[in-house]
């Protein structure tokens, strides 16, 4: 016991130097420290001059009157209409009001979920009546710019008690985060702002309940020119985990079956997952005879192959996923290509370098070899006789573009049954429970102290934007700045995964859909990749889309560092901007708390 917790103090000692300093380019605390505010200057009212002009919206600190800042947005009653900051200006007021701005990345951004779902609280406090909040949003829900309509979907966050004292604005180019430090800013980032002279109190980021109690407290106060009151006393779980990061943690375990999928008729179809596991092993899918799903995605080797980049008909320059979550994620690859699980299924089939084949090679070797098992799983749709067809085609080839267009319809059909029934499969795929996940539900012990260290730095230094709930993702893309699996070239990402996804008619809105639902897809980033899942990433490495690291300190390294460096030619796009830098004692702890993310698969 005692050796627990002088090593725990030990840790919080370390965490506690590496991000001492406040405001330090190298590193910012989970809270940035709140500078001196200058005096606010005399409102002019009843006839004096009027207030000082906005500044321009570069460069501007705490104590300057805040630039003028208009966005498009909903007011409070959820109507459009263009916001301002100057719209909070009541220089004349009697008692002066708070303007707590909160700048969020998106609805993907798991700490800005919880700060909107608690939106209440800050209602709640002593100087609630005194506050006006305005939501500021950055990007939608997969990380592309945000646009006014993407605000209903960041209102529905808001709880519902607190909704209408709320007005909402987006803000692509995120112009607030200038007010902090340029080495990163988790988000939410909160910027107070005194509504008398639209001067600029302070700004935290990402504040756990009690500190954001405190510093709203302290500002009004000193808006009333009277002392602060006193400062709470944090109650912690664990003596370590504020109330909002408890909660947090409670969130990412809990993992359940996979969410329905209408887009797939078969999907929990008990014949027609059998028929999909013969197909999984199947390497007579590929003309090769050598390649299955499972070369791949080995369920001895936690659904992955344990190398830098997938081998098989060809050499991929991604690093093959392990797919035991799959079912559960709304983008399928690292730049999600596909939109869902069972045309994903479709893309390894007939790409060159993964199982070479084709469409009517498929549909013939179900024929030939899996009869039987297609029509217990497909009751009145029968396989296409492709008997006289051409042993080989898709499209785009000459054999395949010859055919009369019911035939290659009929083909395409069968083709993508075939995905839906390996879909039907991977969705029986569950995987155990961990350390991590005991700890969550309360047992102290299944954590060491040194776990639970990086545990908590995992959150202070900002993982948890990203890596939340119980797979510990968001399923959007964001720019990371990791290596691609291409020798001195870049992978574009998200930017080639939105191109192919619009082109393709293999899509959860098109007509092979089960349930045709609208389709979003926006142009995406280059260099922005898709979240990947951390439950499991104790199974090992390597690790990123281009699969160059090869252990989780040398992941967390290149976090501390922002990525790799402006001008290497292995990377493409500009670093998110709550992307914290932090030095290397700040990760201490992080890589043996990530390795109690095991998620050992249980695959029937
Ligand atoms: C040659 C190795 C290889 C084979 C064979 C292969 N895969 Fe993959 N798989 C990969 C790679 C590499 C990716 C990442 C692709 C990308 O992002 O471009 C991937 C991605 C996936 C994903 C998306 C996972 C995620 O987290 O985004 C699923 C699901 C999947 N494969 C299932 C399958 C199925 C089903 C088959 C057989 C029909 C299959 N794979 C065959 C290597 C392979
Ligand atoms: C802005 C969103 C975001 C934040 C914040 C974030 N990550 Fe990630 N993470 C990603 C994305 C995107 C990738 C994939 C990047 C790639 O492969 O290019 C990734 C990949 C990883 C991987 C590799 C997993 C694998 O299977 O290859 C690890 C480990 C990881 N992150 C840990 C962390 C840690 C630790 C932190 C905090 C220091 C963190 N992440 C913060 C988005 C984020």
């Known amino acids: 016991m005692t050796s627990r917790f002088a090593l725990a103090a030990l840790a919080a000692a370390a965490l506690a130097s590496a991000l001492a300093g406040g405001c330090a380019d190298d590193g910012a605390p989970r809270a940035a420290a709140v500078e001196p505010a200058r005096p606010a200057p005399a409102a002019a009212c009843e006839g004096g001059a009027a207030p000082a002009a906005p500044p321009k919206a570069v460069g501007f600190a705490v104590g300057d009157r ?14 459009r209409a263009r916001i301002s900051l100057a719209r909070y200006e009541e220089p004349c007021a009697a008692r002066p009001r708070l303007l707590v701005v909160r700048v969020h990345g998106g609805a993907w951004c798991g700490t800005c979920r919880w700060h909107a779902e608690h939106t209440s609280d800050l209602f709640a406090l002593p100087e609630g009546d005194r506050l006006r909040v305005l939501d500021v949003v950055v990007s939608d829900r997969d990380g592309s710019p945000a646009r006014a309509e993407d605000l209903a979907a960041f209102r529905g966050l808001v709880d519902p008690g607190a909704r209408a004292r709320v007005a909402f ?23 107070f702002v005194d509504t008398r002279t639209l001067s600029l109190r302070g700004y935290l980021s990402n504040p756990n309940p009690d500190e954001l109690a405190d510093r709203v407290g302290a500002i009004v106060a000193e808006l009333d020119r009277r002392p602060a009151p006193a400062r709470r006393e944090p109650a912690l779980v ?69 190398a830098k980049v997938a081998r098989g008909a060809g050499l991929g320059s991604r690093r093959t996923p392990r797919i035991a979550l799959a ?64 042993a080989e085609g898709k499209p785009g080839d000459a054999a395949f573009e010859a055919l009369p267009p019911a035939t290659k319809e009929a083909v395409t059909r069968a083709f993508v049954d075939v995905g839906k029934a390996i879909a039907a499969y991977e969705r029986t795929f569950r995987v155990a429970e961990n350390r991590f996940d005991r700890y969550a539900r309360g047992d102290a012990g299944a954590l060491t102290p040194l776990e639970k260290q990086g545990l908590l730095t995992f959150m202070h230094v900002g993982c948890m934007q990203c890596h939340w709930g119980p797979r510990l993702t968001d399923d959007a893309f964001h720019v990371t700045r990791m290596a691609s699996g291409h020798p001195g070239a870049a992978d574009r990402g998200r930017e080639l995964g939105a191109a192919i996804l619009g082109a393709s008619e293999l899509t959860r809105a098109g007509r092979f859909s089960d349930a045709p639902s609208p389709l979003l897809v926006r142009p995406g980033a280059p260099g922005a990749f898709k979240t990947p899942a951390l439950r499991g990433v104790a199974g090992g490495g390597p690790f990123g889309h281009g699969g160059e690291s090869d252990s989780l300190s040398s992941v967390t390294e290149l976090y501390g560092r922002g990525g790799l460096p402006d001008g290497d030619p292995r990377t493409i796009g500009a670093l998110e901007p709550w992307l914290l830098r932090f030095d290397e004692a700040a990760q201490w702890g992080m890589p043996p708390f990530l390795a109690t993310l095991t998620a050992e698969p249980i695959v029937p």
């Not at 005879?289 to 791949?296: D, H, I, K």
């Open 66 to 79: 805040a630039p003028s800042f208009e966005w498009d947005g909903e007011d409070e009653a959820g109507r």
């Open 169 to 191: 604005a987006v803000d692509p180019a995120m112009e607030l985060a200038r007010v902090a430090p340029a080495s990163g800013v988790p988000v939410p980032l909160y910027v």
């Open 238 to 306: 664990d003596g370590l985990f504020h109330a909002d990061e408890w909660d947090m943690i409670r969130g990412a375990t809990g993992l359940g079956a996979p969410p329905p999928d209408p887009t797939n008729d078969v999907a929990d179809s008990a014949a027609a997952a059998a028929l999909g596991k013969a197909l999984f092993f199947d390497a007579g899918l590929s003309p090769g005879g050598a390649v299955a799903c499972a070369t791949c995605h080995d369920p001895a080797k936690q659904l992955s192959d344990g």
């Open 327 to 390: 079912a559960h994620a709304r983008w399928q690859g690292w730049d999600g290509r596909a939109d869902t699980l069972w045309s994903q299924a479709l893309l390894p089939l007939e790409h060159p370098d993964e199982m070479g084949g084709s469409r009517l090679f498929v549909v013939r070797r179900v024929a030939e070899r899996w009869a039987r098992e297609h029509a217990a799983a497909f009751p009145g749709r029968p396989l296409p006789d492709v008997s006289r067809l051409p």
